[in-house]
């Protein structure tokens, strides 16, 4: 089972507009909403793989309600901690082959929640094959709670931390077995322009594997084995929110798996473009992603 932990879960809201312009007023063609948050679409692709997965976290209030309800309704096993105050939702504005993303900060979680989910999460983390934590932490949560929960794996299966800022910074030094920032991402956390150099650096804070995503220009992985690149097929139009979290499921899959990591990064590629093709975060184009995957070409880099 590939255990999934989004704390800070949301309801995500996807718009479609014929094109966004700030300052004006726009006419809304297509709603859509569904549970999200970064652990969540990770679950909802692998579930669409087929791999057994649960999702865990944070929900609360109304909003908690309807995220429980969805998650139900597609068929995802999920045991979540309920808190008093109310989930946050995120709205998606897609128009002209892009994404524009609103992400509310989410609900303050307190200390004697916390102390629930850690119960639950290492009962939960015990029957886990492979532990992924992803997403922004909920206000009230400090920077070092992926560091705790990596602690309570405590390597005894391969966990993949998808996180930025001081909460990736500090959940290094727990020893995940692969983080996935964006180049950005990257950027900022080590202060170094070049990915492959400020990749290294979050190896030699305790990372065993980087892979570091930058959209157009391809996924880079550094690992004690090697290192190796993939591009993107080609340019892709659609909604590019999800994508990451789409690589981030293949590469929970493919080390759940044991596959090579040029495997993994062939995957990766693979199903993030796919994703972008489909309108919802945490959806992929099956067809794309079967006829992607012998197309994409991985050098050693
Ligand atoms: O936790 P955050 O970093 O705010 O990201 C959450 C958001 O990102 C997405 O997961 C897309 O990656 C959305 O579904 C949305 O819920």
């Given at each position: 089972m590939i255990l999934t932990v989004t704390l800070n879960a949301a309801l995500d809201v996807t718009y479609g507009v014929d094109d966004l312009r700030p300052h004006t007023t726009h006419r809304v063609r297509t709603v859509r909403t569904r549970a999200g948050g970064k652990g969540v679409n990770v679950s909802r692709v692998l579930?669409?793989?087929?791999?057994?997965?649960?999702?865990?976290?944070?929900?609360?209030?109304a909003t908690g309600q309807a995220?429980?309800?969805?998650?139900?309704?597609?068929?995802?096993?999920?045991?979540?901690?309920e808190i008093q105050a109310e989930s946050r939702r995120t709205v998606a504005v897609v128009s002209a082959g892009d994404a524009t993303l609103f992400s509310e900060p989410g609900p303050a979680v307190t200390e004697a929640e916390w102390a629930t989910f850690l119960a639950r999460f290492t009962a939960l983390a015990g029957q886990a094959d492979l532990v992924v934590l992803s997403g922004s932490l909920p206000p009230g949560l400090p920077a070092g709670v992926y560091r705790e929960l990596l602690d309570i794996v405590a390597g005894r299966v391969p966990t993949?931390?998808?996180?930025?800022?001081?909460?990736?910074?500090?959940?290094?030094?727990?020893?995940?077995?692969?983080?996935?920032?964006?180049?950005?991402?990257?950027?900022?956390?080590?202060?170094?322009?070049?990915?492959?150099?400020?990749?290294?650096k979050l190896i030699?804070?305790?990372?065993?594997?980087?892979?570091?995503?930058?959209?157009?220009?391809?996924?880079?992985?550094?690992?004690?084995?090697?290192?190796?690149?993939?591009?993107?097929?080609?340019?892709?139009?659609?909604?590019?929110?999800?994508?990451?979290?789409?690589?981030?499921?293949?590469?929970?899959?493919?080390?759940?798996?044991?596959?090579?990591?040029?495997?993994?990064?062939?995957?990766?590629v693979a199903l993030s473009a796919a994703a972008v093709l489909h309108p919802l975060a945490g959806s992929f184009d099956l067809a794309a992603y079967q006829g992607f995957l012998p197309t994409i070409m991985v050098e050693i880099g």
């Open positions: 579930n669409a793989l087929g791999h057994d997965t649960v999702v865990t976290g944070f929900v609360g209030g995220i429980r309800a969805e998650l139900a309704e597609a068929g995802l096993a999920a045991e979540l901690t993949v931390l998808d996180a930025d800022g001081e909460a990736l910074r500090q959940g290094v030094a727990g020893n995940p077995t692969a983080v996935k920032p964006n180049a950005a991402e990257l950027r900022a956390v080590t202060g170094v322009a070049d990915p492959a150099a400020a990749a290294r030699d804070g305790g990372a065993s594997a980087v892979l570091a995503s930058g959209g157009p220009a391809g996924l880079l992985a550094i690992t004690a084995a090697g290192s190796w690149r993939a591009r993107p097929p080609r340019r892709l139009a659609g909604n590019p929110t999800g994508a990451g979290d789409a690589c981030v499921a293949a590469l929970a899959a493919g080390l759940a798996q044991e596959h090579s990591w040029p495997q993994i990064l062939r995957e990766a």
